[in-house]
């Protein structure tokens, strides 16, 4: 079974800096997907940024980037020029790349921007 | 306008009833999904569909019952055998394989026990 481990329940971050939110998984696949997703005050689960684990090349969305480190099996979410509205809880998720796949999610990191 | 349409946004139940959350969508996507999510926790599979009349359960499917006799709709019954139902509940849905990898959630429904 997959198991995705976030170890910063909370974090802050001063408007217009940057911060990096940590996500680690437990997998034997070689083919799966990673994501981050953003769950605000509102509840709806936004997806942030998607990685194919067999792409090297690091995705990125604007002002998010992440830091895949497959061999670690590590995903880090960087956010910069942080904005007020970022502020939410962020969540880790994985899904295996072969049908009937689910994600499977992190506890979430509780990120506040102060101003 | 395309999207997870989750109904009623706020619910409540009276100890030892069944209610029943409504999920539609109409992006023609085939897999879709409930989830369960408690205060300050991660989200929970409750149950999943990859096609029409074909579920599974998830890791918390005691109490807890569905049906997918349409393509758009996967409706989740919680039972009176769910000893804690208050939470909040998203339901999600994913195109096939071939078109997308990607899944995404509706605007979720709480449920409150009274």
């Known amino acids: 079974a997959q198991t995705v481990t976030q170890s910063q329940p909370e974090m802050s971050v001063q408007e217009a800096e940057t911060v990096t939110l940590s996500c680690t998984y437990d997998?034997?696949?070689?083919?799966?997907?990673l994501f981050w997703y953003k769950q605000p005050p509102s509840r709806q689960m936004i997806l942030v940024i998607r990685q194919e684990a067999y792409k090297q090349q690091n995705a990125t969305e604007n002002r998010f980037s992440v830091n895949f480190q497959k061999a670690a099996k590590s995903f880090s979410l960087k956010i910069s020029d942080s904005q007020l509205g970022d502020t939410a809880m962020y969540f880790c998720a994985f899904m295996k790349g072969t049908s009937g796949s689910r994600l499977t999610f992190g506890e979430g990191t509780q990120l506040t921007v102060n101003p | 306008d395309g999207g997870i349409t989750q109904s009623p946004k706020y619910l409540f139940r009276k100890e030892g009833q069944n209610v029943t959350l409504s999920c539609e969508q109409n992006l023609n996507h085939d897999a879709m999904y409930w989830y369960r999510q408690d205060p300050g926790q991660g989200l929970r599979l409750i149950y999943y569909?990859?096609?029409?009349?074909?579920?599974q359960k998830g890791d918390i499917a005691e109490g807890y019952s569905v049906s997918r006799e349409k393509k758009e709709s996967f409706p989740l019954t919680v039972t009176s055998a769910q000893k804690n139902p208050t939470a909040f509940y998203l339901c999600?849905?994913?195109?096939?394989?071939?078109?997308?990898?990607?899944?995404?959630f509706g605007e979720g429904s709480w449920l409150t026990v009274v």
């Open positions: 569909s990859q096609i029409v009349n074909d579920f």
């Open positions: 997998t034997s696949e070689s083919n799966y997907y």
């Open positions: 999600a849905s994913r195109p096939d394989r071939a078109t997308g990898n990607t899944i995404y």
